[in-house]
C-alpha cells in the first residue's frame, strides 16, 4: 500500500518557481500495475523519483507499506530503496567493468548479504532471466534486451514491493521491448506493484490502471 | 596551426577543467618552489657559515706549533709540540719578503673580577697588528699600543660581551680589572663581532702578548698569523714561512702553516654537496609532478577522444594534435614553475627579513635547473599520452574509441 | 556491506583502468621511496657516528679545564687554574672510580733509527686500553708507574708501528719522540680514523713525560672511567664535588659520554626525521595526484553513483568505497616504493657494506602509515563529493 498525500515539489528554473508536483494525492494499492503519461516537465519523473525515494517533496506524507517516508533519515530511506524498491531505466544503468551476474548480485553485495547466501539467489535470478549462458559478459558484450534484463534482475533480487521503471523500452528494439514489457508484467502477475513511466502510448495502454500528468497535477486517473 | 591559434587553444582546454589545471599547477609549483627554496636555504646557509668562518681575510696564514704527516686529517691544533714557537720565531717572520704584517697569539682562560663580579673569559695574548690582520672594530678607546713584543703593559681592551656582563653601563675605559694576580687597565671595547673558529670575539679580553705569557707561565704559541702583501703571493710566502722556521728549528719542520682557504674548502665541498643534495631531494617532487601531468594527460586523452576525431576530421594532422596535447603539458609546466618560482622568491624574501645577516638565496643554476626540469619532465611525461591522441584513427575516434 | 565485498569494488574500480591506477601510486611510490632511502641514509649515519662514538665505552666522563669556553677548545687553552695530576690522582680515590687517565695532547716528530714520522703524540697512563678499549696487538701497555716518576716507554699505534719499523719487531726498541728517548712496550691494534683524527698514527707516552715535552703544565683533559655500580650523573657530581673542594670554584667543565651521546642521538634523529620530511614534499605532491585523478574518477562516474544510490546505498557507504579506493591506491604506491627502496637497500648493503645505510623499519612503517593518511587526506574531498552528489542529477549524467 503506497500512499502519498498532497505531495509538492518546486524547483527554480532560472529565478522562475516550476511546480514539478502540485498537491499530488494518490494511493496505489499492493500487487497494482500503473502507468504514468504525460507531456515533457509533467512531473512524470519526479514522481518518479519521490516514489523512489530519491527524492523528498517539499511538502506532503508519503506512506510507504504504513512508514511516513517523510520523516526517515538519509541512511534508513537508502535501507528502504534496498529492501522495499527497484528501479528500472531506460539507459539501464548498468556498471561496467562488473559482469551480468556481478550486475545483478550488487544489491545483494551493498545490503551485506554473505556470499555463500548470494550464490543461489544470483543463479535462480540468471536462469530466470534466461542469462545462465552470459553471466560472465561485461554488459558492453550484451544485446541491449540483454542488458535491459540483467538490470531487471538487479532490481527484483532484493524482493521488493515496489517497480518503478522509467521507460524501460525507450532504447529498445521493438522485439526485445515486447521481451521486457511480458518480464514486467510477469513480475506484477507474481504480485510485485509495477509502476511505469513512458511516452509510449501503447506500453501506457497495457497497465492496468493509467495516470495522467499535466503541470505537476493528475489529470486523469482512470483503468 | 599557428602559434598564436595552438596557444589560444589550449588556453581554453585548460581554462575548461579548471580543478585539473589548478592542481597540475599547484603540484609543479610545489616542485619548483621545493627545489628553489631549499636550495635557496641551502645558500644562505653556507654563506652564514662561511662568512662565520672567514673573518681573517684572503691574505692571511695561520702558524701553528707541531706537524703531522697523515693527510687530509686535522692540523695539530692543540698547539703542543715538543718545540715552541717562541716570539723570536714570531718576531723573524716580519722579516721574510712577502709578510706584510705577524701577530702572535697566545689564547688561555682566566677568570677576571671588578668591583664584586666574576666572570671566566677567554683571554687573547697578542699584539696590535692583530686587530688589523682580523679587522676588529674598536668602539671605544684604542687597540693594544704599538709596543717591543717582550715588554709586558698592564693594558686590556675587551669584547662588547665582557664589557656589557662586567660593567654594565658604566663606563669601562680606564677601569681596572684583575685577572689571575694580575692587574689590567681597559684602554679600549671592541664592537660586535660574530664567533670565528671556535672564538667568540666578543666574549674575549685582548692583551700584550708578553703580558699572557707572563699570566699564563707559558712561552710557547698558540698560532702566529701572519698577513701577505697580496693573495698572489700566498703560497709562496707559505713556503717563505716554513724555510725559515726549518732554520730556525734545527733543520726540523715541526710547524704547520695553513691558509684560510684551505680550512674552509673542505667547509665549502660540505655545504655545496648539502645543497646539491635537498636540491636534488626537492628535483625528486619534480618527477612526480611529471608522473602526474603524465597521467592527467592520458585521462585527457581519452576523455576528448571524439574532439581528436573531430579535429582529425576537420584536416588536423598528427603533428597539429601532438603539438596540441605537448603545449598544453608546456604550458601547465610553464605556468606552474612561475608559480612555484613566486612562491619561493617570497619565501626567501621572508627569510632575508627576518635573518637580515643570512643571504637565502637561490643560486642561479639552480633556478635555470628547477625550471628547465620541470619543462622537461612535462613534454617527456607527455610524450606517450598526446603521440598516442595522435595516432588515433579518425573514424574511430569519432565514435570515441579509443 | 561485507569488507570483502568492499575491497573487492574497490579492487574492480581500481583494475579498471589500470594505467591510470599504475601512474597514480607510481607517484606516491616515488614519494615513500625517497623516505625510505632518506631515513636509511639518515639512521646509518646516525648508527655510524654513534658506533664511532662509543667505540671507547659508554661510562666515561671527561673533565675539561675551563668553564664557559665551548666547542671543546678548552683543553687546549692556557689557564691560570690547571687541571694537575694532582687532580687525576684525586679523583683516582673516588668511589666506583675504575680508572682514570689524564691526557695531553700534541704533535711532534717520532724517530726509530734512520726512520722518522710527524705524528700526534698522547700523554697518557696505563689505562688507556681498559678506559679508551683500545687492544693490543703486541707487547704491553704503559706501566703503572707512580705518578711523576714515569719510565720512559711508549706505545705505538698500528699505523705507526708500520711507519717506523715495518714487519721488524719494535717490542725493546728505542724511540725519539720530540728528542727524547722511549722504549717501546706495545702496539695498538688497527683503530682507524675517527673526525678526522687516525687513531693508528698516534704514539702514547706517560702523560708526565709528555708535560714536561710540551713543557705545560695543566692537563687538557682527565678521563675517569667509572663501574656499573653507579650512574654517570652521580658520578659527574661526586667528581664536581671533589674538584670544587681542590679548586674553590668551578673552573672545569664535566662531559658524560653517555650525556654526550644522547645529545648526539638526538640531534642525528631529528636530522634524519628532518631529511625524511623533505623526501615527503614529493610525497605532497603525490597527494595532489590522487586528489587530482579521485576527482576525475568520480566525476566519470557519477551515473554509477546515481545508480548505488537508488539501489539503496546510503551516502556513508559511498564515501568510504571512493575513500578506500584513494587508500587502496596510496598504499599500493607506498608498499612498492617501500618494496623497491627496502630490496635496494639490502642490496646495496650487501654489495657495499661499508655504505652507512639501515633500513629502519620505525621509519618504514611511519612511511607506510603516511601513504595511508596521505590517501585518506586526499580522497577525502572527492568522496565526500561524491556521497553529497545528487542522485537524480547524478542518474541523468549517463
Redesign the interface.
Do not use: C, H, W, Y
Given at each position: 500500500m503506497i500512499q502519498l498525500e498532497h505531495i509538492s515539489k518546486t524547483f527554480l528554473l532560472g529565478d522562475q518557481a516550476v511546480h514539478a508536483l502540485d498537491d499530488v494525492t494518490l494511493t496505489i494499492a499492493s500487487g497494482d500495475y500503473l502507468s504514468v503519461m504525460g507531456p515533457s516537465g509533467s512531473g512524470k519523473s519526479t514522481l518518479l523519483n519521490v516514489l523512489g525515494l530519491l527524492d523528498q517533496p517539499d511538502d506532503g506524507h508519503y506512506r510507504l507499506e504504513g512508514t511516513d517516508t517523510t520523516t526517515l533519515s538519509e541512511p534508513e530511506r537508502a535501507r528502504y530503496r534496498r529492501e522495499h524498491i527497484g528501479f528500472v531505466f531506460q539507459s539501464y544503468h548498468l556498471v561496467n567493468r562488473l559482469s551480468a551476474r556481478e550486475n545483478i548480485e550488487l544489491p545483494l553485495v551493498l545490503a551485506g548479504v554473505p556470499p555463500k547466501d548470494r550464490a543461489p539467489r544470483v543463479n535462480e535470478m540468471l536462469e530466470r532471466l534466461s542469462l545462465t549462458d552470459r553471466a560472465t559478459h561485461l554488459p558492453n558484450q550484451l544485446s541491449g534486451g540483454q542488458r535491459q534484463r540483467v538490470a531487471i534482475g538487479r532490481a527484483i533480487i532484493m524482493k521488493p514491493q515496489l517497480l518503478l521503471a522509467d521507460e524501460p523500452t525507450g532504447n529498445l528494439d521493438s522485439k526485445s521491448g515486447a521481451d521486457v514489457v511480458t518480464l514486467l508484467e510477469e513480475l506484477n502477475q507474481q504480485g510485485i506493484t509495477l509502476l511505469v513511466v513512458t511516452h509510449d502510448l501503447a506500453l501506457g495502454q497495457r497497465a492496468r490502471r493509467r495516470i495522467r500528468m499535466v503541470d505537476g497535477r493528475i489529470d486523469s486517473d482512470g483503468t | 596551426m599557428r602559434t598564436a591559434d595552438l596557444l589560444r587553444f589550449d588556453f581554453q582546454v585548460l581554462n575548461r577543467h579548471r580543478?585539473?589545471t589548478l592542481?597540475?599547477l599547484?603540484?609543479m609549483s610545489?616542485?619548483v618552489a621545493?627545489v628553489n627554496l631549499?636550495t635557496g636555504l641551502g645558500e644562505g646557509a653556507k654563506s652564514f657559515v662561511l662568512g662565520e668562518f672567514s673573518m681573517l681575510g684572503k691574505n692571511t696564514l695561520i702558524m701553528m706549533?707541531?706537524?703531522?704527516?697523515?693527510s687530509?686529517?686535522?692540523p695539530?691544533?692543540?698547539?703542543?709540540?715538543?718545540?715552541?714557537v717562541t716570539l723570536q720565531d714570531a718576531e723573524a717572520l716580519r722579516r721574510v719578503p712577502g709578510v706584510k704584517q705577524v701577530a702572535p697569539l697566545?689564547?688561555?682562560?682566566?677568570?677576571i673580577s671588578f668591583g664584586g663580579r666574576n666572570?671566566?673569559?677567554?683571554i687573547a695574548g697578542t699584539t696590535a697588528s692583530y686587530f688589523s690582520i682580523r679587522q676588529l672594530p674598536i668602539r671605544q678607546g684604542s687597540a693594544l699600543p704599538v709596543l717591543a713584543w717582550d715588554i709586558a703593559s698592564p693594558v686590556a681592551v675587551v669584547g662588547s660581551k665582557v664589557k656589557k656582563e662586567i660593567f654594565g653601563e658604566r663606563p669601562a675605559l680606564g677601569q681596572w680589572l684583575k685577572?689571575?694576580?694580575h692587574r689590567f687597565r681597559v684602554i679600549g671595547v671592541m664592537d660586535s663581532k660574530g664567533q670565528a673558529l671556535?672564538?667568540?670575539m666578543n666574549?674575549l679580553i685582548i692583551i700584550p702578548v708578553a703580558s699572557?705569557q707572563a699570566?699564563?707561565?707559558?712561552?710557547?704559541l698558540?698560532r702566529v698569523m701572519i698577513e701577505v702583501q697580496g693573495s698572489e703571493q700566498l703560497e709562496s710566502t707559505r713556503k717563505r714561512v716554513i724555510d725559515t722556521m726549518i732554520a730556525r728549528h734545527e733543520q726540523?719542520?715541526?710547524v704547520?702553516v695553513i691558509t684560510q682557504d684551505s680550512m674552509l674548502s673542505a667547509f665549502n665541498d660540505i655545504l655545496d654537496t648539502m645543497t646539491l643534495a635537498?636540491g636534488g631531494?626537492?628535483a625528486?617532487?619534480l618527477?612526480?609532478?611529471g608522473?602526474?601531468i603524465?597521467?592527467?594527460t592520458?585521462?585527457s586523452v581519452s576523455q576528448r577522444t571524439k574532439e581528436i576525431g573531430l579535429l582529425k576530421a576537420i584536416g588536423a594532422s598528427d603533428r597539429d594534435v601532438l603539438q596540441i596535447f605537448l603545449v598544453e603539458a608546456a604550458l601547465m609546466a610553464a605556468l606552474g614553475a612561475v608559480l612555484g618560482l613566486l612562491v619561493s622568491e617570497g619565501a626567501l624574501l621572508a627569510g632575508r627579513l627576518m635573518f637580515s645577516d643570512i643571504a637565502f638565496r637561490t643560486p642561479l643554476w639552480a633556478l635555470l635547473l628547477s625550471v628547465a626540469t620541470a619543462m622537461t619532465t612535462a613534454l617527456l611525461f607527455a610524450w606517450g599520452p598526446s603521440r598516442r591522441a595522435a595516432r588515433l584513427e579518425p573514424v574511430n575516434a569519432l565514435q570515441g574509441r579509443l | 556491506m561485507l569488507w570483502r565485498d568492499v575491497f573487492n569494488l574497490v579492487w574492480r574500480s581500481v583494475v579498471s583502468s589500470p594505467l591510470r591506477s599504475v601512474l597514480t601510486a607510481l607517484g606516491i611510490a616515488v614519494g615513500i621511496a625517497a623516505v625510505a632511502l632518506l631515513t636509511s641514509i639518515g639512521e646509518g649515519v646516525r648508527s655510524y657516528v654513534m658506533t664511532n662514538f662509543s667505540q671507547f665505552g659508554t661510562r666515561i666522563i671527561a673533565i675539561n679545564p675551563g668553564k664557559t669556553v665551548t666547542g671543546g677548545m678548552g683543553g687546549m687553552l692556557q689557564t691560570d687554574r690547571p687541571l694537575t695530576l694532582d687532580d687525576a690522582a684525586a679523583l683516582t680515590r673516588l668511589p666506583h672510580v675504575e680508572h682514570v687517565v689524564p691526557v695531553v695532547q700534541g704533535a711532534g716528530t717520532v724517530k726509530a733509527g734512520e726512520r722518522s714520522r710527524r705524528s700526534d703524540i698522547i700523554g697518557a697512563n696505563y689505562a688507556i686500553n681498559d678506559a679508551w678499549q683500545f687492544k693490543l696487538a703486541m707487547g704491553s701497555s704503559l706501566p703503572r708507574d707512580e705518578s711523576g716518576r714515569s719510565r720512559n716507554f711508549a706505545v705505538l699505534g698500528f699505523k705507526l708501528k708500520q711507519e717506523l719499523f715495518g714487519n721488524r719487531n719494535p717490542l725493546g726498541q728505542f724511540i725519539r719522540v720530540g728528542g727524547i728517548r722511549f722504549r717501546v712496550v706495545g702496539v695498538l691494534e688497527e683503530k682507524g680514523q675517527m673526525l678526522g683524527f687516525d687513531l693508528d698514527d698516534i704514539v702514547f707516552i706517560p702523560v708526565d713525560k709528555a708535560m714536561s715535552l710540551f713543557n705545560r703544565d695543566g692537563l687538557m683533559e682527565i678521563d675517569v672511567v667509572f663501574a656499573t655500580s653507579t650512574t654517570s650523573a652521580a658520578m659527574a657530581e661526586a667528581v664536581r664535588k671533589e674538584l670544587i673542594l681542590r679548586h674553590g670554584n668551578e673552573d672545569f667543565t664535566v662531559i658524560t659520554q653517555d650525556e654526550m651521546l644522547k645529545t648526539l642521538d638526538k640531534i642525528l634523529t631529528v636530522l634524519t626525521a628532518a631529511v625524511g620530511a623533505l623526501g615527503a614534499i614529493s610525497l605532497l605532491v603525490g597527494a595532489v595526484g590522487i586528489l587530482t585523478i579521485m576527482t576525475t574518477t568520480v566525476r566519470e562516474r557519477t551515473a554509477e553513483i546515481g545508480l548505488l544510490t537508488a539501489l539503496g546505498t546510503t551516502q556513508r557507504q559511498i564515501l568510504l568505497l571512493f575513500l578506500w579506493e584513494a587508500i587502496a591506491l596510496a598504499m599500493a604506491g607506498g608498499l612498492a616504493g617501500i618494496a623497491v627502496m627496502g630490496s635496494l637497500i639490502l642490496l646495496t648493503q650487501w654489495l657495499a657494506p661499508d655504505l652507512p645505510l639501515t633500513l629502519s623499519p620505525f621509519y618504514l612503517g611511519i612511511s607506510l602509515l603516511l601513504s595511508v593518511l596521505i590517501g585518506l587526506l586526499a580522497g577525502l574531498a572527492p568522496a565526500r563529493a561524491a556521497a553529497r552528489m545528487n542522485p537524480i542529477d547524478a542518474l541523468r549524467a549517463e
Open positions: - | 580543478f585539473r592542481m597540475m599547484i603540484a610545489i616542485g621545493a631549499l706549533p707541531g706537524k703531522k704527516e697523515t687530509g686529517g686535522m695539530p691544533i692543540t698547539g703542543e709540540a715538543p718545540r715552541d697566545i689564547v688561555g682562560i682566566s677568570e666572570r671566566e673569559v677567554m685577572a689571575g694576580g671556535g672564538m667568540d666574549d699572557a699570566l699564563f707561565n707559558q712561552e710557547g698558540l726540523e719542520e715541526d704547520t635537498v631531494i626537492g625528486i617532487s618527477l612526480v609532478a608522473i602526474l603524465m597521467n592527467v592520458l585521462i | -
